[in-house]
């Protein structure tokens, strides 16, 4: 797929902030449009240092709204979508389902439908690429990993939601003939994670010595990937991947969630000076989370065999990468935690 001008959807938020840093620099003959909501998670703060590049262009709107994605694709005539838009916290779908089935479900089918008038009779020289979870694939037990053929079974709203949107992006492909390609990644984590998610989370709570929430036993395993080695992989596929094909994007990084947070705490520890031992006093268990997935581990050989791709980072260095940077961006994690969060924290967490 070459393409000139592409309109990456979630581009403030944490992974397609990163995905929008890699094309807008890696591609300077690319034009890139961030189309996003700045729903509490988009932040264009994320995005400050390639917001005066020439090929970028920010235009904020909702991918629900017809008439506003219409005008961009009159406005921008884009040669591809790449979609990250999404309301993607399982902690938040619990309580508010509805809103994952506004923006994962008919916000993709909103952006399929008006991609597939506009790019009618050319359906070759036009990609709609859509980003998905493991999720979509359910829970495994202690052993196997999810392959690009394991059968759908998501047991949370969010995950329900992603699995609906996947399935109208094949819908699209198989009726109509577009060109779609999927990945479903696994875990991500690095700069700029919103602090809801278990790593900014846990974090932002040892730095200001507040407890860290474990749900159930903390033996849930999570397969963590480093986010720029989840763009480059955005990359690749978008670039190499065969129309109608499907991708499953992993760390083959395994970690239970008591045995990682044990890793971040002494990580922090050493950052903080603080001794040994001393952050992980602040682990505390609370109830688990309904419906809550035992293992998610993703077998990404058909990325790495078909088209090369391999994740570069180690997780000690990845996970050091990232909470250094979220030491130096005390502004950033305080700007994003003041308001609203504390209001969404109170309730998540109350006793
Ligand atoms: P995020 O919550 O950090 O960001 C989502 C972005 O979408 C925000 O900028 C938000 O403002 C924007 N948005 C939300 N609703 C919108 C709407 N109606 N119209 C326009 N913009 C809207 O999410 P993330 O963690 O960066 O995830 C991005 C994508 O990757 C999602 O589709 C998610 O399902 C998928 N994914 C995430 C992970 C992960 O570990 N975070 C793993 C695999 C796949
Ligand atoms: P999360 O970061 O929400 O990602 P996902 O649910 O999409 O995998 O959670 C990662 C794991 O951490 C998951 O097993 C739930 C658990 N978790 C906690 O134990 N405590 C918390 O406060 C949060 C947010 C998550």
Redesign the pocket.
């Known amino acids: 797929m070459s393409a000139k001008t592409i309109i990456i ?8 902030s990163h995905v929008v840093r890699r094309f807008v620099t890696q591609y300077p003959e690319y034009t890139i449009v961030n ?5 509490y ?3 264009l703060a994320n995005l400050k240092d390639i917001e005066a590049a020439p090929n970028y262009k920010f235009e904020k ?4 709204d017809t008439s506003f994605v219409e005008q961009l694709f009159e406005q921008y005539k884009p040669d591809a979508v790449i ?7 399982v902690d938040r779908s619990i309580t508010d389902p509805l809103d994952f089935v ?3 479900v008919v ?1 993709t089918v909103t952006l399929l439908n008006v991609a597939k008038n506009a790019w009618k009779g050319a359906y070759d020289q036009h990609r709609f690429y859509h ?4 999720e979509v694939y359910g829970t495994l037990g202690e052993v196997g990993m999810f392959e690009e053929t394991t059968a759908y079974d998501p047991h949370s709203p969010y995950s329900a939601s ?1 699995a609906s949107s996947d399935h109208f992006v094949r819908a699209y492909h198989d009726t109509y003939g577009m060109d779609c390609v999927i990945s ?5 984590y690095g700069s700029h ?2 602090p809801e ?1 278990l790593i900014p989370l846990s974090i932002n709570n040892i730095k200001n010595n507040k407890p860290i929430p474990i749900y159930g036993k903390g033996e849930n395993v999570r397969d963590w990937l480093f986010v720029e080695d ?1 763009a480059r992989a955005i990359d690749v596929i978008f670039h190499k991947a065969a129309t109608g094909t499907t991708y499953n994007i992993g760390g083959h990084n395994e970690w239970k969630n008591i045995d990682l947070i044990h890793l971040l705490c002494s990580v922090m520890d050493k950052k903080l000076g603080r001794e040994e031992g001393e952050s992980a006093k602040l682990i505390t268990y609370v109830t688990d989370r309904a419906g809550h997935d035992l293992r998610y581990a993703i077998d990404a050989t058909k990325l790495k065999e078909e088209l090369g791709w391999e994740p570069s980072l180690q997780f000690a260095e990845g996970l050091e990468r990232t909470v250094d940077w979220y030491l130096a961006n005390e502004e950033w994690l305080n700007n994003v935690t003041s308001g609203a969060y504390q209001q969404y924290y109170e309730n998540q967490y109350k006793a």
């Open positions: 959807t979630g581009g403030a938020g944490f992974i397609g189309l996003d909501k700045l729903t998670a988009g932040n709107g909702d991918i629900c979609h990250l838009a999404a309301e993607s916290h506004m923006t994962n916000g980003v998905s979870t493991d992603k479903n990644c696994s875990n991500n994670h919103f998610k989840h």
